[in-house]
């Protein structure tokens, strides 16, 4: 590990490396790659569509989401909906968060008996957009769940996230916030993403004791379930968890 961690650090520190130094013996025995396409991304090179979605599967992560650690546009076909306003998954998880574990269950079963639909494409580029770095690719990940990237109250109620205004939320992007151990934690509880990974893709420890949602697990299964909905769909959604005792 020692070795792998120069390899990192001599290299240009991406956080795609990152992963791979943490998670190295799953990417090197599960992914069907040559040791030097993986050499090459630990030395700071990119890698490729086709090597990220070998990786996805050996490492439990999303495809889509290990594009957006990789620093490159998630393709169509792995894509989360978007321009779905007024509406977004963090609006349902906002309403989800209040509800019983049964009603959680109902909820999220409601959500996958919708058609996913694919996304309207080119996709809308972002209102704004940021020089690649931690806190543009924390944002970038909660698009990747069609989550309005500057939805503070998301990541308190589920993750145990810091108080912030949606503005300063929003300094992530370019840094001008500081990314904090308590966020990384938050992000990786909203996302269903195992704290240390996020932590080695973000380059920044996971928070310790935090106090997360009790179905924190549920609702970040109910996000990535919802993230291809449209803004019918999501309505509807909205209309079933209000219902919900």
Request: charged share 20%; aromatic share 4%.
């Amino acid at each position: 590990m020692a070795g792998l961690t120069a390899m990192v650090a001599s290299g240009s520190g991406t956080a795609l490396a990152r992963l791979l130094a943490h998670r190295w013996a799953e990417a090197a025995t599960g992914a069907g790659a040559r040791r030097s396409e993986l050499d090459a991304v630990l030395a700071g090179g990119a890698a490729g569509p086709s090597l990220l979605r070998r990786l996805a599967p050996p490492l439990g992560l999303h495809t889509a989401d290990l594009f957006v650690v990789a620093g490159l546009d998630v393709p169509q076909d792995l894509a989360a909906a978007g321009d779905t306003g007024p509406w977004h998954v963090g609006t349902v998880l906002e309403e989800a968060a209040r509800l019983t574990p049964r009603s959680l269950r109902r909820l999220r079963e409601f959500v996958r008996s919708l058609p996913g639909h694919p996304p309207a494409w080119p996709p809308v580029a972002p209102r704004h957009s940021y020089p690649p770095g931690p806190g543009e690719m924390l944002l970038r990940l909660l698009r990747n769940r069609n989550i309005g990237p500057y939805s503070p109250k998301v990541l308190y109620l589920i993750g145990d996230g810091p108080v912030v205004s949606h503005s300063t939320m929003a300094m992530l992007g370019p840094g001008r916030t500081r990314l904090t151990p308590r966020y990384v934690t938050a992000f990786a509880t909203v996302l269903g993403i195992p704290e240390d990974d996020l932590a080695a893709v973000a380059g920044v420890p996971a928070a310790t004791a935090p106090r997360r949602h009790r179905d924190h697990v549920e609702l970040a299964r109910l996000a990535w379930d919802a993230r291809r909905l449209d803004s019918e769909q999501l309505s509807e959604v909205l209309d079933v968890a209000r219902r919900q005792p």
